[in-house]
């Protein structure tokens, strides 16, 4: 019986079910969503189910990855400079999806029209106050943006027990950012249904609570994975993979503050 032996450094990728899988968890979510928001029953339980789909899909195609990196070898040089690749152009095109919303709070902002009372923010809009919770959670994000690099740097020096300590520091860190935001849309004068102000806000601040979130899930996949010794100083991609988007979501952060937090409420 013959044994095939791979003469390439490249990974051919096996058939797998989750591609499709997560691209019906995402239609899901986004159709219950539109569907609760205009009242329709049921919206909130194709909602909940697509959410729940999305987060299983999470689930099993990190544990391939997982799998084809740690154990199985697959993850050479080459492959990890197009998983470089392909990573950076994933989240240039998440800046593309907030460049959407911030072009259309600039659009509405710069010039508001008559209807809105040709003043901004909106007449009858109370504004929150951009140094109290916008201001704390801006804190404790870029303190986590910190707190992830001194994981990285641990993990290059092989300090294992340094990099389990931030990257705690950075999902709690996360937790707490986003527990504020929740707390914060309770107590929000406005709702989404208030114009396009109430619109640009939740919908921009919204999005990047929900990119926190995922962050928070990212890091924390990495936290198990360290502790399962899954990294060494030279391979450990999935790690950089969490730090640059991190990074990215602080980037975001910062400008939402600055434009629709501070700017936009004055």
């Known amino acids: ?40 029953q049921g919206g909130n339980t194709l909602f909940a189910s697509g959410f729940c789909m999305v987060l299983y899909s999470m689930y099993v195609w990190w544990r391939d990855i997982i799998r084809e990196a740690t154990f199985q070898g697959h993850h050479t040089r080459t492959v990890q400079i ?17 460049v959407a919303f911030f072009w259309a709070f600039f659009h509405s902002s710069l010039a ?17 106050n951009p140094w109290e919770i916008p201001f704390l959670n801006t804190v404790i994000l870029l303190t986590s943006g910190a707190s992830v690099t001194w994981a990285h740097h641990a993990l ?10 931030s990257l705690v520091v950075t999902v709690i860190l996360a937790i707490a950012f ?17 114009g396009i102000y109430g619109s640009t806000f939740f919908l921009a601040t919204g999005f990047h609570g929900f990119h926190v979130f995922v962050g928070t899930v990212f890091l924390g996949i990495c936290l198990m994975r360290v ?12 790690f950089e993979a969490a730090a640059w988007y991190w990074h990215f979501v602080d980037v975001v952060w910062l400008f939402l503050f600055v434009a629709i937090y501070w700017w936009g409420g004055n």
């Open 156 to 165: 290059l020096a092989g300090a294992k027990q340094q990099a389990i300590y």
């Open 1 to 40: 019986m013959s044994i095939s032996v791979q003469k390439h450094p490249f990974h051919l990728v096996d058939p797998s079910p989750w591609p499709i899988f997560a691209s019906l968890a995402a239609f899901s979510t986004t159709v219950g969503a539109v569907l609760f928001m205009h009242g329709y």
């Open 112 to 128: 508001p029209t008559i209807e809105i009372g040709a003043v901004w923010p909106p007449k009858g809009i109370p504004v929150l």
């Open 227 to 238: 502790l399962q010794n899954h990294f060494t100083k030279h391979h450990h991609f999935g």
């Open 178 to 194: 986003t527990s504020l935001q929740v707390f914060e849309y309770i107590e929000a004068p406005f709702t989404i249904a208030d």
């Open 82 to 98: 197009g998983l470089r690749y392909g990573m950076l152009l994933f989240i240039v095109s998440e800046i593309m999806f907030f």
